[in-house]
């Protein structure tokens, strides 16, 4: 079924940058201000430039406070530092600079796009969304970025591609993770092409105003907030678009656990422990968990048709 990924025209007005932000931004770029003023030493450690400025795009409220920053940059899952919660200091060696992502596969032109590209071009934005993660914590965090179907409108999906598969980097002599032999690299993920067009699919190049730490996933990374975390791939170096539908990493390391679409469900335990309710990083405090993560309105319609398919992790 071919689907159509909404041209740049089309976006709600609601998530359009304003016009003189955007201008801003350009110029302040065309002025040095950008990666131009970065310090040199900075750049020459693969350090990321000041993000541009973006406005916070309230069609998506949390409902819940935002994370202390410290909590979310400093609790992270992130295998290929290491299979705990503390590697933020580890992942500070993956550089950040320079960094392209290739995006391939069934589309008209395929690209290779400079993250500082992807920085000037792309129609920048901040959302607080939240993140589920299937282990039971969550989180809310301020990410600046930009709906996927913003890039996949730059290399024109072919009416044959039915998957968006998303490669992250795997770099053995900053992660020390990969040398846990056992696990499939790269971490692989995907979605189908209609989620993919959906709003909320956004790919991140920010937190909390600044550029994407590296423990988040940085330079960029991509998150559907009705879906478990682990579906939000980390430092992502190519995205693929197919017609066929990836194993993605955990699910080939333990398919019994974690499925391909994996919507948070607080009804269907996962097969160690329940997903009714979750603790929330900072304050610890037990809440509900919702389904779809509360992001119903939004991409419930989006798997009414599907007959047997797990849907729920
Ligand atoms: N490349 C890569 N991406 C990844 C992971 C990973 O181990 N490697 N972990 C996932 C999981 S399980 C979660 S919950 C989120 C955690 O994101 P955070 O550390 O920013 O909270 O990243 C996801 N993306
Ligand atoms: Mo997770």
Request: proline letters at 10%.
């Amino acid at each position: 079924m071919p689907i159509r990924i909404p041209r740049g025209w089309e976006i709600p007005e609601s998530r359009v940058t304003p016009e003189a932000l955007v201008l801003g931004r350009r110029r302040g770029l065309a002025l040095g201000a950008g990666l131009l003023a970065a310090p040199a030493t900075a750049l020459a450690q693969g350090a990321p430039p000041a993000l541009p400025p973006a406005m916070r795009n309230t069609r998506y409220a949390p409902g819940r406070d935002i994370t202390d920053e410290r909590e979310a940059t400093s609790f992270n899952n992130f295998y290929e530092f290491g299979s705990h919660k503390t590697i933020s200091r580890a992942a500070q060696r993956l550089p950040q600079r320079p960094w392209t992502v290739k995006v391939e596969g069934m589309v008209e032109s395929p690209r290779e796009f400079g993250i500082e590209d992807l920085l000037r071009f792309m129609p920048l934005e901040e959302r607080v969304y939240r993140l589920r993660c299937v282990e039971a914590w969550s989180m809310v965090v301020p990410w600046t970025g930009f709906p996927l179907s913003a890039l996949l409108d730059a290399v024109r999906p072919l009416g044959s591609a039915r998957y968006v598969v998303f490669e992250t980097a795997a770099i053995p002599a900053v992660m020390p993770g990969l040398r846990q032999s056992w696990y499939p690299w790269p971490y692989i993920e995907g979605c189908t092409i209609e989620e993919a067009a959906n709003e909320l699919s956004f790919m991140v190049v920010g937190a909390y105003g600044k550029p994407l730490p590296p423990q988040n996933g940085g330079p960029i990374r991509f998150h559907q907030p009705w879906k478990y975390g682990f579906k939000a791939g980390k430092s992502i170096v190519r995205i693929t678009l197919t017609d066929r539908r990836p194993v993605s990493f955990w699910e080939r390391v333990q398919p019994q656990e974690y499925g391909f679409w994996a919507n948070v469900n607080p009804e269907v335990p996962h097969p160690r422990w329940s997903q009714a309710s979750e603790r929330v990083l900072g304050t610890n405090a037990r809440v509900p968990t919702q389904i779809f993560n509360g992001y119903g309105e939004f991409v419930a319609a989006l798997y009414t048709g599907l007959r047997n398919e797990r849907l729920w992790a």
